[in-house]
């Protein structure tokens, strides 16, 4: 069993930067894949960033070179760090976790253990 919790989430202005954060508990070490995911109201979760049990990072087009997926083995703890932020960044964040390890699955499908969320806010 996996436990995520998020926080970090909050409102900033165009062109600023925010950093959310996922403490995980429970088995996450050695064969996990981290995930954080996004979605707004009436629309699919998409996922943003991953980091695979051999710390491979894959992000989505939208926000590459913007933000930046990174894990603490020793804290047991998922972060997001997130530069240049666009209204569209506006979602609510979930942090995913799934028992794929090497391998991180697009969909959301895919991962069998959720956080409850923070809320990204990017004003104009």
């Known amino acids: 069993q996996v436990q995520l919790v998020e926080s970090g989430g909050g409102t900033v202005q165009a062109g600023g930067s925010l950093s959310v954060s996922c403490a995980a508990s429970?088995?996450?070490?050695?064969?996990?894949?981290m995930a954080w995911f996004r979605q707004v109201p009436g629309k699919e979760r998409e996922r943003v960033a991953s980091?695979?049990?051999?710390?491979?990072?894959t992000y989505a087009a939208s926000v590459n070179d913007r933000f930046t997926i990174s894990k603490d083995n020793v804290e047991n703890t998922l972060y997001l760090q997130m530069n240049s932020l666009k209204r569209e960044d506006t979602a609510m964040y979930y942090c995913?976790?799934?028992?794929?390890?090497?391998?991180?699955?697009?969909?959301?499908?895919?991962?069998?253990?959720w956080g409850q969320g923070t809320q990204v806010t990017v004003s104009s």
């Open positions: 980091i695979a049990s051999d710390g491979t990072e």
């Open positions: 429970g088995d996450t070490a050695s064969r996990t894949c």
């Open positions: 995913a976790a799934s028992a794929s390890g090497a391998y991180c699955y697009l969909q959301a499908s895919y991962y069998e253990y």
